[in-house]
């Protein structure tokens, strides 16, 4: 543990020596030293309310406020009186004092070092509320502490889950007086307003005629530890319950554990735990021997050998690894924690109900798309000029399959005066069979030189398509000159008046993007000027009947 005003490790308090910071209360810090007198582990308890007092330098305690200075010497008295109380006292469930004394504008109690856990640690290694009868013991020895303080005029006024100290082997011990008084007045109200809000009962917020403080006071708290450790949750604070007393019923509770863990607990046992709860002082057990009464508590056989790990059986948590793997839970109505825990399983689906909705339209999308980009990317830019014409940058061109019609005598040189702007390829393959484009199958045509280019016959029913072949198909072809581009089938037996001469460098849609270059193509095939271009021709050999790509 660490804290801005704790002393560090290594401080010298008379011949004590502070190893390290042991835990942090509303009026004192508790530390593990070491006795070089007696040579023995103790505990030492320092005098330091945090709301009135910083540590200035070294071992010496300083008021925030001198406004502040008559409270905190009041403070310091009432330490030093409590000091002296537990000195007089020798019972096993009560802290022990060794020595005390007054030093650096402070005071200083020495107490045994015990080796064990408080009971707020241990209910947090519980995977169960703990069984009647283990509590029954502790209540017992928790109630042989209070009543050596009864009997001498004091009350503990501070009893929480973390006061109470649970011994590796011996009986629990009452931790912690700092709200210990023996007559004593206090002059401070911000000093008896230090308290544990879930645990002090509303006779300690306000000194009044009619809410004076007794052993019922105590009861109180004690009856507030039992519930907080069935319910595995503290009670609601007195002050809230005076207004409107929302909290469980200890019934309600009880029947909740059994329902969620088995555990059953006696008629007595719940109707004196509720009974101590009551929010007024005076609907309450008066005194201890009413409550042991009340509940039939007897004393435990085996005080003395308290093994509260052993005693608990069942519900102590086997390894850590299984209680970090459980969700934190609370014994409360089923209703209540079924509702919240609904409402956020309901949330969790509804969430994944709407992923997975939109997630498998948009995936359907996604590649529908992408596989309409790569047919559109075959369609429009098979044998493309834009793929590898002379002086344009190969980053323009556009990878296609070979054209399926190139013939096989067409492997030789070409022609000298032939045009290479549709067919040529730099290292293509040429299938074995026509691809699925929609192209007539046919007989290689004769070369015809490009200045004795046709136009095609009237456009004829489409054939049936071939199934592509597969990559294994595919032989290599060397093209070492750029072919001629084919001409569309009975072109010889039907000529068609030559057109115009054009130039044959001449590039169609150089600024069109790469979705709408196919339908600009086709559109500037139609005039007559263009109609001699290798990429006219090759577009209407792609369309005879017609049609434009966008169809």
């Not at 030492?44 to 925030?64: C, F, H, N, Q, W």
């Not at 007054?102 to 107490?111: F, G, P, S």
């Not at 503290?234 to 009880?254: E, F, H, K, W, Y």
């Not at 085996?302 to 839970?329: C, H, I, M, T, V």
Request: proline letters at 10%; aromatic letters at 6%; one cysteine or more.
């Amino acid at each position: 543990m660490s804290h801005v005003d704790a002393l560090p490790p290594g401080t010298r308090l008379a011949e004590f020596e502070v190893q390290g910071l042991l835990g942090v209360g509303g009026f004192g810090l508790v530390y593990r030293a070491y006795d070089t007198s007696l040579q023995r582990a103790v505990a030492i308890k320092e005098y330091m309310p945090a709301a009135l007092a910083a540590r200035l330098d070294g071992t010496t305690v300083s008021v925030r406020s001198s406004a502040d200075q008559a409270t905190y010497q009041s403070g310091l008295q009432s330490f030093i009186a409590e000091a002296r109380l537990l000195a007089q006292f020798d019972h096993p469930s009560l802290v022990k004092v060794y020595r005390f004394w007054e030093a650096n504008n402070t005071a200083y109690m020495v107490m045994p070092l015990y080796r064990g856990m408080t009971l707020k640690q241990a209910r947090s290694q519980m995977a169960a509320p703990p069984p009647e009868a283990w509590l029954r013991t502790v209540l017992w020895s928790v109630l042989q502490g209070l009543h050596v303080l009864h009997r001498n005029d004091a009350l503990h006024r501070d009893i929480s889950p973390d006061n109470i100290f649970l011994q590796d082997m011996g009986p629990p011990v009452l931790l912690d007086l700092g709200a210990a008084r023996r007559a004593i007045s206090d002059k401070s109200h911000r000093l008896t307003a230090i308290l544990k809000v879930n645990y002090a009962p509303i006779e300690q917020y306000a000194e009044a005629e009619d809410l004076k403080q007794g052993p019922w006071t105590d009861l109180y708290a004690l009856a507030a530890v039992v519930y907080s450790c069935l319910r595995n949750d503290p009670p609601l604070p007195a002050t809230a319950r005076v207004v409107r007393d929302s909290m469980p019923s200890v019934r309600s509770v009880v029947a909740t554990v059994k329902e969620h863990f088995g555990l059953a607990y006696s008629d007595e046992f719940v109707r004196t735990i509720q009974h101590a709860l009551a929010v007024q002082p005076a609907d309450r057990p008066q005194n201890l021997a009413a409550f042991v009464t009340e509940m039939k508590l007897k004393a435990s056989p085996r005080l003395s050998k308290f093994d509260w790990r052993a005693e608990l059986g069942p519900s102590l948590r086997a390894d850590e690894e299984e209680y970090n793997s459980r969700q934190f839970w609370h014994t409360q109505p089923q209703t209540v924690r079924h509702t919240a825990s609904s409402a956020h399983a309901s949330k969790a689906g509804e969430r994944r109900g709407r992923f997975a909705r939109w997630a498998k339209p948009m995936g359907l999308g996604l590649a529908l798309l992408m596989g309409g980009a790569l047919l559109w990317s075959w369609l429009a830019g098979e044998g493309g000029p834009l793929r590898d014409r002379p002086g344009m940058a190969r980053s323009e061109s556009v990878v296609a399959p070979v054209p399926a019609a190139l013939p096989a005598a067409m492997d030789t040189q070409a022609p000298s005066g032939a045009a290479g702007d549709a067919g040529a390829v730099a290292a293509g393959t040429v299938p074995s069979q026509p691809p699925v484009v929609p192209v007539p199958v046919a007989t290689p045509a004769p070369k015809v030189p490009a200045t004795s280019i046709t136009t095609p016959p009237a456009p004829k029913p489409r054939p049936a398509v071939k199934a592509a072949p597969r990559e294994d198909e595919r032989q290599p072809v060397a093209r070492p000159r750029p072919a001629a581009p084919e001409a569309p089938p009975k072109a010889a037996s039907v000529p068609a008046p030559q057109a115009p001469a054009v130039s044959r460098d001449k590039v169609l849609c150089a600024d069109a993007n790469f979705f709408t270059r196919p339908m600009c193509i086709h559109l500037e095939c139609q005039k007559a000027e263009n109609k001699q271009l290798a990429v006219c021709i090759e577009n209407r050999q792609r369309y005879p009947d017609g049609g434009s790509p966008a169809q």
